[in-house]
C-alpha cells in the first residue's frame, strides 16, 4: 500500500511569514503533486514534478514555490503568506508506468492570520 | 474546475438504492480517475480507467472517451459509502485535473 506522509498536519502562520509543507512518499513514485481544496473549487494542482530536481507550475502556481530534492521528498514553500493561502494542502505521489494511479497524503490544515 | 464538470453536486441516497455520478470532460483525456474523500477528508483512489468500463463490488465505472464523459454507478448504496467523490482527466501527461465533486450522502 502507498504511503504518503505530510507534515505539519496543522499549522497556523502569520501573514508575511514563511512556510513549508512537507511531504514523504515511501513508494518510489517518480510523479508528485500538491493540490489545495477549498469549498467550491475542489482540488487545484500547485506544483508537480517528474522527478528529483524537477518542479513544474500547476494551474496555481502564484504565490509558492516547491522543492523536490530527492526521490522521496516534496516540499511546499510558501515565502510570504497570505490570508487566502488558507486551505487544505494535499500531497500526492503516483507512477506513470503503473498508470499514475495518485496517492494521497492525509492533508495539512493551514491557517494565515 | 469547467474543465471537469461533476453533476450532481450533491447526492442524498436511501441505503439500499442505486445511482450515478457523471464527468463530463472539455479537456482532452486519455484516462480518468474517481476517488472519494471520507468524511475525515482521507482521498481514497476507487478507479483508474482507460476508455471501457470496470467494476469493483458495488461500484462499476465507464470512460467514454469520443463523448467525453465518465459516470460511476453506485450499487445497494450503504452508509460507509458516504463522502465526496472526485473524478480526474489525465491528458496523457503528469497532471490530473479535477473535477468539483459530489457530496453523496446516504442514509439509513
Known amino acids: 500500500e502507498a504511503a504518503v506522509t505530510q507534515s505539519p498536519r496543522n499549522k497556523v502562520a502569520v501573514t508575511g511569514g514563511k512556510v513549508t509543507l512537507s511531504c514523504n512518499q515511501t513508494n518510489n513514485h517518480n510523479n508528485m503533486y500538491w493540490y489545495r481544496q477549498d469549498t467550491g473549487h475542489g482540488l487545484r494542482l500547485i506544483h508537480y514534478?517528474?522527478?528529483?530536481?524537477?518542479?513544474e507550475k500547476g494551474d496555481i502556481p502564484d504565490g509558492y514555490k516547491a522543492s523536490r530534492p530527492s526521490q522521496e521528498n516534496f516540499s511546499l514553500i510558501l515565502e510570504l503568506a497570505t490570508p487566502s493561502q488558507t486551505s487544505v494542502y494535499f500531497c500526492?505521489?503516483?507512477?506513470?508506468?503503473?498508470?499514475?494511479?495518485?496517492?494521497f497524503g492525509e492533508g495539512s490544515r493551514l491557517i494565515v492570520v | 474546475g469547467d474543465q471537469v464538470k461533476q453533476s450532481p453536486s450533491a447526492l442524498s441516497l436511501q441505503e439500499g438504492t442505486n445511482s450515478a455520478l457523471r464527468c463530463n470532460f472539455s479537456i482532452a483525456t486519455t484516462t480518468v480517475q474517481w476517488f472519494l474523500q471520507n468524511p475525515r477528508g482521507s482521498l481514497m483512489n476507487l478507479f483508474y480507467l482507460v476508455p471501457g468500463t470496470k467494476e469493483n463490488g458495488r461500484l462499476k465505472s465507464t470512460f467514454n472517451s469520443k463523448e467525453s464523459y465518465s459516470t460511476l454507478h453506485i450499487r445497494d448504496a450503504q452508509l460507509e459509502d458516504s463522502g465526496t467523490y472526485f473524478c480526474a482527466a489525465d491528458n496523457a501527461g503528469a497532471k490530473l485535473t479535477f473535477g468539483g465533486g459530489t457530496r453523496l450522502t446516504v442514509r439509513p
Open positions: 500526492a505521489s503516483g507512477e506513470k508506468g503503473a498508470g499514475n494511479t495518485l496517492y
Open positions: 514534478s517528474y522527478g528529483a530536481g524537477s518542479t
